[in-house]
C-alpha cells in the first residue's frame, strides 16, 4: 500500500510569466495611450476624454474575460453562461455606443433653450 503524495506547489506550472508581461503591458499601455491621444487630437477635443475612457476601460474589460475565461467562472455550454457572457459584451458595446451617440448629440444637435 503506497501512497502518493500530493504534489507540491513548486513542481505546479507557474503562469508567473504571463502575469508579469500582462502586468508591465498594462501598465506601459496605462502610460503611454494618453499621451498618444494628445498627439493624435487637436486640443479640447471632446473625443479624448471618450477615446481614453473606453480605451482604457475595454483594457480593463478584456483582462478580466480573461480572468473569467482562464479560471472557467464562465463555461459555454454550461446553464445560462453563453447568455451572461453574451449580456456582458453586449453591455460594453451598448455604452460605448450610447456614451458616442451622446457626445455626437451635444455637438451636431441644435439646442433651442432659454425663457
Partial sequence: MSEQAPAS?????SNAPAI?????GTL????????????????????????????????????????????????FGRGRDSFWFGVLIAGYVFFVAMHGIWILAALYLPFKGGN
Avoid: N
Fill in 9 to 13: 506547489p513548486a513542481s505546479a506550472p
Fill in 20 to 24: 508579469w508581461l500582462t502586468l508591465i
Fill in 28 to 75: 506601459a499601455f496605462i502610460f503611454i495611450f494618453p499621451r498618444a491621444l494628445l498627439r493624435w487630437f487637436e486640443p479640447g477635443s471632446p473625443w479624448i476624454p471618450y477615446v481614453h475612457l473606453y480605451g482604457l476601460g475595454l483594457v480593463t474589460f478584456l483582462i478580466g474575460i480573461q480572468i473569467i475565461l482562464k479560471s472557467r467562472a464562465c463555461q
